[in-house]
């Protein structure tokens, strides 16, 4: 069974950093591109980043660029997002998903919190 | 960026009814678009890629067209479990870059 655990999440203060976890089981890590996509309160969906699956190729929303660093170990089958700097607006669920073409599989979510 | 938008923002329907949901790109997208159903307090579900191909255990009642600019999902006959959030999203070939819709919120008349 496809599963994707994230981990990480929390009350932060402005200008604050995290790193977030999702780790992977079920199916080869190796193999599937992945995204971070995130959830502001009330909100609609909103895309992070990319990372291929090999690493090498990654992408950013202009709202995170420069401020958040996406990244994956295909040993251990956990992708990562440094978030620093944080602001109010980066106030959402984050959540990893598999793929690209087609986002088939998705975490339950971290949560992150940034206020003083 | 290519910027997606949904109508209606809020679609009542019965159950047993049918649903039309419309999507629509900027710009074309060809056939790089996927519809989601998200309920509260859970991730969103994949229901359709590449316009119209059903994702894995999504029951045929379900249905997505178009191409380029303008998308449709359909629900033939809307049951109890239907009634949540659908977005759009497409996914440019290269660079890798995805934008989701507002969302259209199917709710009980």
């Known amino acids: 069974e496809v599963q994707l655990v994230e981990s990480g999440g929390g009350l932060v203060q402005p200008g604050g950093s995290l790193r977030l976890s999702c780790a992977a089981s079920?199916?080869?890590?190796?193999?599937?591109?992945m995204n971070w996509v995130r959830q502001a309160p009330g909100k609609g969906l909103e895309w992070v980043s990319y990372?291929?699956?090999?690493?090498?190729?990654?992408f950013y929303a202009d709202s995170v660029k420069g401020r958040f660093t996406i990244s994956r170990d295909n040993a251990k089958n956990s992708l990562y997002l440094q978030v620093n700097s944080l602001r109010a607006e980066d106030t959402a669920v984050y959540y990893c998903?598999?793929?690209?073409?087609?986002?088939?599989?998705w975490g339950q979510g971290t949560p992150v919190t940034v206020s003083s | 960026e290519i910027v997606m938008t949904q109508s209606p923002a809020t679609l009542s329907v019965s159950p047993g009814e049918r649903a039309t949901l419309s999507c629509r790109a900027r710009?074309?997208?060809?056939?790089?678009l996927a519809w989601f159903q998200q309920k509260p307090g859970q991730a969103p579900r994949l229901l359709i890629y590449?316009?119209?191909t059903r994702a894995t255990g999504i029951p045929p009642r379900f249905s997505g067209s178009g191409s380029g600019t303008e998308f449709t999902l359909t629900i033939s006959s809307l049951q109890s479990e239907d009634f949540a959030v659908y977005y759009c999203?497409?996914?440019?070939?290269?660079?890798?870059?995805?934008?989701f819709g507002p969302g259209t919120k199917v709710d009980i008349k």
């Open positions: 998903a598999r793929g690209y073409d087609r986002l088939d599989y």
């Open positions: 079920g199916f080869t890590f190796s193999n599937y591109e």
């Open positions: 990372i291929s699956a090999s690493g090498t190729t990654i």
């Open positions: 710009q074309s997208v060809s056939s790089n």
């Open positions: 590449s316009a119209s």
């Open positions: 999203q497409q996914y440019n070939n290269w660079p890798p870059r995805i934008t």
